[in-house]
């Protein structure tokens, strides 16, 4: 990757010129929206929410499929942008066919989301540190590109189902999806979302996010890509204290627009002059050794 700062899933991720944009407006690789075998509409409106502190949603994975999304890659490798497939599905065989047809359309990387909450199988899925390992290494064992395994909020202890995809081979874990949450309409007397409950995600969750970072970074030996609430290039120095070795900015694009990608890497590059550091790496966890 050319920087640090990514784009994380599902956040304008469905079509090759809109990642496009992303990739062009500073982002050092984009993921895409989560992608599985099958063309999926997702759950009835509403399905978004702002919250004070927030956003709230409840998408439900809505996706082209695989074979349709793989021309999307195709584009996107064209174009020379730098692109992380994010796959899911139901049980390791749905998530190896749809990895092994990403990578042939030229992904550089694949992201397992097994930490959705707004899809039961994939959220309970995530939960199960047996599952986690089983899944990240059907995967890995059929793609030669790096692996890495998203992890859910939505647990007792993180640091466990990280070092489950680090014994399936991950290259490296993502750490956080959403949390599960939900908002209520007092004049309807009904919950907002369709689905009832959401994950939520923003500046709420950052410091959840970064409470996980740390504790994952004290479980693995591979790299942590952080994630959750990042707005500012000071949220994305906090995670690299922490041990992330990357970030990904997601709901951040809806406070701040694309001129967010430029605003953070612009922003670790001058913090890394002000402080005398060589590189991001001798920022990457130095926060546990004053601990
Ligand atoms: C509208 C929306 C859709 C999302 N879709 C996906 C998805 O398809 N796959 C996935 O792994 N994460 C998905 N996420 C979660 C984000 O990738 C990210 O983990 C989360 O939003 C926290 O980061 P943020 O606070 O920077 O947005 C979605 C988040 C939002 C807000």
Redesign the pocket.
């Known amino acids: 990757m050319r920087n640090p700062v990514m784009l ?4 304008l ?1 469905l079509s090759a010129p809109l990642l496009r944009r992303v990739y062009e407006s500073g982002a050092g690789a984009v993921v895409t ?2 992608i599985g075998s099958r063309p999926r509409s997702g759950h009835p409106n509403p399905t ?1 929410v702002a919250v004070d502190c ?2 709230l ?1 409840s ?1 439900g ?1 809505p996706n082209p499929g695989v074979d349709e999304f793989s021309e999307e890659v195709r584009s996107l490798k064209r174009w020379g942008v730098t692109v992380v497939a ?1 796959i899911f599905g139901e049980e390791a065989e749905e998530y190896v066919e749809v990895a092994e047809k990403l990578s042939e359309a030229g992904a550089d990387a694949l ?1 397992i ?1 097994c ?2 909450p707004n899809v039961r199988e994939v959220g309970l899925l995530g939960q199960d540190p047996g599952m986690v390992e089983e899944v990240t290494r059907a995967v890995k064992g059929a793609v030669d590109v790096p692996v890495f395994t ?1 992890l859910t909020p939505n647990v007792t202890r993180i640091g466990e189902v990280a070092r489950a995809a680090e014994r399936g081979g991950a290259d490296g874990v993502t750490a ?3 949390l599960r949450a939900m908002a209520v309409d007092v004049e309807t007397c009904r919950p907002i979302l369709s689905n009832v409950t959401g ?1 939520l ?2 500046p709420a ?1 950052k410091p959840v996010a970064l409470r996980c970072v740390w504790e994952v970074a004290e479980s693995v030996e591979i790299p942590v890509i952080g ?4 707005l500012t290039w000071r949220d994305a120095v906090e995670f690299l204290l922490c041990g992330a070795s990357a970030v ?5 694009i809806m406070y701040r627009g694309l001129g967010v990608f430029q605003e953070i890497i612009q922003g670790i590059e001058a913090y890394l002059r002000r402080k005398g550091f060589g590189g991001v790496e001798e920022v990457v966890g130095r926060a546990h050794g004053a601990a």
């Open positions: 994380s899933a599902g956040i991720g929206k989560s978004v927030g956003l949603n998408m994975l994010s992201e989301n930490s959705c998203k956080i999806n959403t994950g995600s923003g969750i994630c959750g609430g990042i990904q900015v997601g709901t951040a």
